[in-house]
Structures are given as C-alpha cells and as structure tokens.
Nanobody
Framework: QVQLVESGGGLVQPGESLRLSCLAS????????RNWYRQRPGEEREWVAT???????KYSDSVQGRFTISRNIRKNTHDLQMNSLKPEDTAVYYC??????????WGQGTQVTVAS
C-alpha cells in the first residue's frame, strides 16, 4: 500500500503561482509513474502531468509550458509547480502513483481556486 497526502492548495489570482506537494509513504518501491490529475466542478477527472521513473515528464496540452512536475527524493514527494494560473485551472488536484499490475494509489485531493 502507498499513502499519498497532498498539500499546497489555495486561492490565488490569475497570473499567480502555486506549488502543490504530494507526500508518499508506505511501500513506495517500484513506482512506475508519479502523476497529477485534476477535476473541475461538474467534469470528469483529467490527467495533468506525469513523471516516469527515468525522469521523463509529460504534460497535458492545457498546462504545457506553465506547470512543472518534479520529484524530491529526500522528502519522498512529487510536486507540481503551477505558474501563470488561469481561472480554468480551478479544480481539485489529486496526486497519483502507479505501480505494476497496474495498481493506482490516490491522494485525498487539494482545492485550487484561481479568481480575481
């Protein structure tokens, strides 16, 4: 089992930045990918960003160039740096890790609100 806890959400104005962090604990070996998803009000959960075990990263078109996923090995976190935030980025953000199987583990979510 892997336990994930997100932090760093909040209310910001358009154009500002926010950094989310996902702390992993438990059996964190053999993780294939570390990911961020989000769910806007009334919509399905959507994929935002992925970091593969080899360090390669990928992003959805809607956040490419504005968001950066990274990993802090010492703290056992994977973070999402969000710059140039837009109102349409308002959502509950979820961190996820995927292990072989596949087995997915999710955090509880953290609210990000972008409004003037």
């Amino acid at each position: 089992q892997v336990q994930l806890v997100e932090s760093g959400g909040g209310l910001v104005q358009p154009g500002e930045s926010l950094r989310l962090s996902c702390l992993a604990s438990g059996n964190t070996g053999s993780i294939l990918t570390r990911n961020w998803y989000r769910q806007r009000p009334g919509e399905e959960r959507e994929w935002v960003a992925t970091m593969y075990s080899n360090g390669i990263t990928k992003y959805s078109d809607s956040v490419q160039g504005r968001f950066t996923i990274s990993r802090n090995i010492r703290k056992n976190t994977h973070d999402l740096q969000m710059n140039s935030l837009k109102p349409e980025d308002t959502a509950v953000y979820y961190c996820n890790v995927r292990k072989a199987g596949p087995r997915d583990y999710w955090g509880q979510g953290t609210q990000v609100t972008v409004a003037s």
